[in-house]
């Protein structure tokens, strides 16, 4: 009897390390060993296809170059969205709690950009930031005849119109997230604190925020990791990185360096550096799910 | 109404002007001739007429969804057998194998671009749909398990016995038993895979070199970037390749919702 059930749960175990081989082959294959590659290729001259050891020059090299600072410098700047790309969400969030006739309707039209490319939505951008676009034909009807903006066009305004995009981009997942938290609110501690006397704001400010506080950590995680990492498909239809490289950030310095430059190695290094920025960001996110306790 | 409650409802409405704007400018770009959206009068549905000449929707949406469906059919393929192990299967180091794999979930493909890329074109696959297959169902791969195993750690241990004593076998107690009462993570992960994967450039630009196998996405992209494209066939081109997402999305609103707050509502 005993031995029999030993066996069992051999096999079951047997059984599960079968099962999850093929996820592990395809997580290993595809994403664990291109990071080791990644990382021996950073320290070669390579094309793609020779590999030259020149050992940690090309680090020095590339931290001396001026390229990658932009990049970084430029992924900083956008950084400074963040709080808009939170905040504005959260607002929204609060005002569909409210639960107005024909919220739901509300909730459906806010979400559905979501659903869309982001090559789509940086080509609805391109129309709005035009020459002969919408934001001049709004700045034309409030009187300001006068004031004709290129903002694309422009080094010192690109970013911040690639910034804004990118907070529209981002207020359909963040506001369904803070929508979730608010759900998870129990009505009846406002409805005490109202009883009690506390203005809208006290309520807002010392109940619902806190009670939120996991589900803004997690936004702003989610909304850092996509500044990094998702900005690709904007920056590609929008500026293509430019003009010069005042929209080049650092995933977009890997596509240029690697595919219009040919150089595959110092491409791979400024992977691994995004990978470095991301992870440390990662291990905030993997600590807020707490997937495994 | 209270007053309050007026000013609360036209906020809203506002709110939703500005979301639905892309639409708006999608579709009122796309009813003119380019000469007409220049002079700014007129209306033609010339640009929809001439689109597939520009742009080959009908071969592209149908490239998108082969490259979907095939993608979210190995998500699956691997991912149901790998949750239902890591949630009822647990055999040694199996948890900390499961925290590598979740942890895939935040290499983002940017950083692993290079020797991906060079790894998939040595092995022949950029010609046709696989390359970029594989290179979605990775990335795809880690959220999935990470949401089947939470799903099939509410399913009791003794229905999973219970069907090995009746002699399922364990393919068998996945098949019959696990699935059928994980419907909802599965439509959750479908949906979820779906949209990311139509939505996405990066993948298809790169991985697919046949021009003729392109997703919409990219076909999209790369007419945008030729430099005597017509704006109105570009917006026409965009919605075209926007319908299907949005579709998807209206219909299974609940599941995605589910999937971006999985973890965090428990």
């Known amino acids: ?293 | 109404m209270s007053p309050g409650r007026v000013a609360l409802f036209v906020t809203m409405l506002a709110i939703a002007v500005g979301m639905l704007y892309p639409f708006w400018v999608m579709i009122s770009d796309s009813l003119h001739t380019q000469s007409q959206f220049i002079s700014g009068s007129g209306f033609s549905l010339g640009s929809w007429r001439q689109l597939s000449a520009a742009l080959p929707v009908g071969r592209q949406v149908l490239n998108s969804t082969v490259i979907c469906s095939m993608s979210i059919f190995v998500i699956l393929a691997v991912g149901l057998p790998a949750g239902f192990a890591f949630a009822k299967l647990r055999f040694r180091a199996s948890s900390l194998v499961f925290l590598g794999i979740v942890s895939a979930m935040m290499v983002p493909l940017q950083a692993i671009v290079m020797p991906e890329f060079v790894n998939v074109t040595r092995v022949g696959l950029t010609s046709g749909y696989f390359g970029a297959v594989l290179v979605y169902a990775a990335l795809g791969t880690p959220f999935s398990i990470f949401l089947f195993t939470t799903y099939f750690r509410g399913v009791p241990d003794e229905l999973v016995e219970a069907g090995i004593v009746d002699g399922l076998g364990y393919v068998g107690a996945l098949w019959r038993l696990v699935v059928p009462v994980a419907v909802p993570a599965i439509a959750t992960v479908t949906v979820l895979q779906f949209i990311q994967i139509w939505d996405d450039l990066l993948v298809g630009l790169l991985f697919i070199q046949n021009t003729a196998d392109r997703p919409i996405t990219v076909g999209l992209a790369a007419l945008a970037s030729g430099r005597t494209t017509s704006i109105p066939q570009l917006m026409a081109g965009s919605f075209v390749s926007a319908l299907p997402a949005m579709l998807v999305y209206l219909g299974f609103q609940r599941y995605l919702v589910k999937g971006l707050t999985m973890g965090i509502d428990r």
């Open chain 1, 1 to 293: 009897m005993k031995a029999r059930r030993l066996t069992l749960s051999q096999r079951r175990q047997l059984a599960g390390v079968v099962f999850a081989l093929p996820a592990l082959a395809l997580v290993i294959g595809l994403i664990a060993i291109p990071i080791g590659q990644a990382v021996y290729y950073s320290f070669t001259q390579w094309d793609g296809i020779t590999t030259t050891w020149i050992g940690t020059s090309t680090w020095t090299q590339a931290f001396h170059n001026s390229d990658l600072w932009t990049a970084l410098k430029n992924n900083a700047m956008l950084l400074l969205w963040v709080p808009i790309a939170l905040g504005l969400p959260l607002a929204i969030a609060v005002l569909l709690h409210q639960r107005v006739a024909g919220w739901k309707i509300f909730r459906s039209i806010y979400f559905l950009p979501t659903a869309i490319s982001w090559v789509v939505l940086g080509l609805v951008a391109e129309r709005f930031f035009a020459y002969q676009g919408t934001l001049n034909s709004i700045l034309h009807a409030v009187g300001l005849s006068g004031v004709t903006t290129n903002m694309l066009g422009s080094e010192s305004t690109a970013l911040a119109a690639l910034g804004i995009t990118f907070v529209f981009t981002m207020i359909g997942t963040n506001t369904m997230l803070f929508l979730t938290g608010l759900a998870t609110l129990d009505p009846s501690l406002e409805e005490a604190a109202r009883i009690d006397g506390a203005g809208r704001w006290r309520i807002f400010r010392h109940i619902t925020l806190p009670h939120l506080s996991r589900f803004i950590q997690l936004a702003f995680v989610m909304t850092v990791i996509a500044l990094f990492s998702a900005l690709f498909s904007l920056i590609f239809v929008m500026t293509g990185g430019g003009p010069g490289y005042a929209t080049t950030t650092m995933e977009f310095l890997i596509y240029q360096t690697g595919f219009s430059q040919g150089q595959f190695g110092t491409a791979a290094l400024y992977g691994i550096i995004l990978f470095l920025i991301t992870g440390a960001v990662g291990i905030i996110q993997l600590r807020l799910i707490g997937s495994d306790k």
